[in-house]
Structures are given as structure tokens and as C-alpha cells.
């Protein structure tokens, strides 16, 4: 389900469901990240999430929080169409899209997941991540493939582009 964060009716909604699920022994999960063109990666972390819990919300990058990330030219699809495409995942119950690092704090207060997922380039940064204290555990996912980034997708076909 993709919620509006900054819709007092849609969280309700949410939350309520999770309060609901945990109450029945259900964990939760949350993630964040740009997803910008989907790939093998971010599905193979979307199921690696699941393993450690039983619903997984994911909160999707704002076009702006791209381009800071990223530079001018990203994202390549919108923060909509982005939230759309992960909400379509199976391994995804709820998404939502962030305008700021701190709508994950957020998220992760009215959540209170089990476990905050976040990639290895948190690796020794787990005391920064904003929310991490409404969760009772950070886990870090190694990335398994280094070269499915979705810069590098992009390079690759720049690289193919400018050749013919």
C-alpha cells in the first residue's frame, strides 16, 4: 500500500495495522533508499529485508533527495512512479516517499519496527541513522552485487550509446 506520509488519515491507517500485526506477533521492517530504476539489487534486498520480518514498509527518496544524492541528472523516473514500482514488489507492504532524511525518523516513530535495513555503506555508522531509536535492532545487508547499481546500469548504457 502506498501511503502519504504527511496524511494524518493514511498513517492512522497504517499504523493501525501494525499495531494490529504486532499485537499478533508480527515483526516489522524499515527501509529506505532512491530505487531509482529498479534492478535485481533492490529486489534482492527487498527479500533479504523479509527474511528478518513479516512486513516491510520502505520509504522511496524524493526527487529532490536524489538529485542531492546523486547530482542533476537523477532521478531517472520520479518519486511517484518509483513508489509505485516498489509498492508492486512482494517483498513490500507499505511505501511511502521521503522529502528528508528526518521523514524516516518519522516513519520509524509511529513504526516502531522490529529492525531498520539499511545497505553497507552503513557499516559502522549505525549511532547516524536518523529513527534508530524507536527500532530494537539495525541490521546491515551487505550488497551481494556490486556492479547492479543503478549509476552503473546508466553508465553501461551511456557507454553503449555514445558508441554508435
Given amino acids: 500500500m502506498f501511503f502519504d506520509l504527511n496524511d ?3 498513517v492512522q491507517v497504517v499504523r493501525n495495522f501494525l499495531d494490529n500485526a504486532k499485537a499478533a506477533g508480527k515483526t516489522v521492517g524499515l527501509a529506505s533508499g532512491c530505487f531509482d530504476l529498479i534492478h535485481f539489487h533492490h529486489f534482492s534486498f527487498f527479500i533479504r529485508c523479509r527474511r528478518y520480518c513479516d512486513f516491510l ?6 526527487d529532490e533527495l536524489v538529485r542531492e544524492a546523486k547530482g542533476p541528472s537523477r532521478p531517472v523516473v520520479s518519486d511517484f512512479h518509483r513508489a509505485i514500482m516498489v509498492d508492486a514488489l512482494r517483498p513490500v507492504s507499505f511505501v ?9 525518523g518519522r516513519a520509524a516513530a509511529f513504526c516502531k519496527p522490529d529492525a531498520i535495513f ?3 555503506e552503513f557499516k559502522g555508522k549505525e ?12 541490521i546491515i545487508l551487505d ?3 556490486n556492479h547492479a547499481s543503478t549509476t552503473d546500469i546508466i553508465r553501461s548504457v551511456s557507454k553503449k550509446t555514445s558508441a554508435t
Avoid at 57 to 62: C, F, M, Q, R, Y
Avoid at 96 to 104: R, Y
Fill in 96 to 104: 511511502f516517499v521521503m522529502s528528508s532524511v528526518l521523514d524516516f
Fill in 57 to 62: 514498509v520502505v520509504g522511496v527518496d524524493s
Fill in 8 to 10: 494524518n488519515d493514511s
Fill in 118 to 120: 539499511k545497505n553497507d
Fill in 127 to 138: 549511532s547516524d541513522i536518523v529513527g534508530r531509536e524507536f527500532a530494537k535492532r539495525v
Fill in 143 to 145: 550488497d551481494q552485487v
